[in-house]
């Protein structure tokens, strides 16, 4: 199994052992996940860069430690999209040793990588991952369902761009 469903799987597994270790902040209406503290428990380096504005991420091994390296000059919302995307690669991609993300910068509203050396196919399997990790669906859904809806507010729940948001929601079917 590829694609979607499986990148979807894989993420939940991930928040699945990310909520049991905070109940607390969960039964509270805390949604805001920490994709580096994911990062730190995979034992996955995050080291911020100060790359070129066109790269926001890399993810590498190096003498048997894993890397991800973020650009650490983009917005917050952004870098917090990117570690997702890399642990994504990481999960989803393992057998690959080198990988960085470039942006396309003609759909802003799209938080949409690209990497010279891997499929687009991968990208888009990374980005469920990352959505997914950061926007979990049930939690959206249950916003939704206590009455919170305005991108903003969700947006500002997840701590992610009302872009990230707004197109998250398209994609579950809400808007
Ligand atoms: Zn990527």
Redesign the pocket.
Known sequence: MRGKAFAVKQARKVLNQYRSAHKDNFNLGDYRIDPQEIADSLNISVVPHNFSDNIS?V?FRKNGKLYLGVNSSQHEHRQRFTIA??I??YILHSQETL???THHDTHPSEVS???DN?SSF??TE??HFAAELLMPEDSVQELIESGVTSIQELAEKFDVSKDAMQYRLVNLGYL
């Open positions: 991420g993810f995307h890399e994504g690669h990988h960085y993300d990588f690209r990497a891997i991968e990208e990374a980005n």
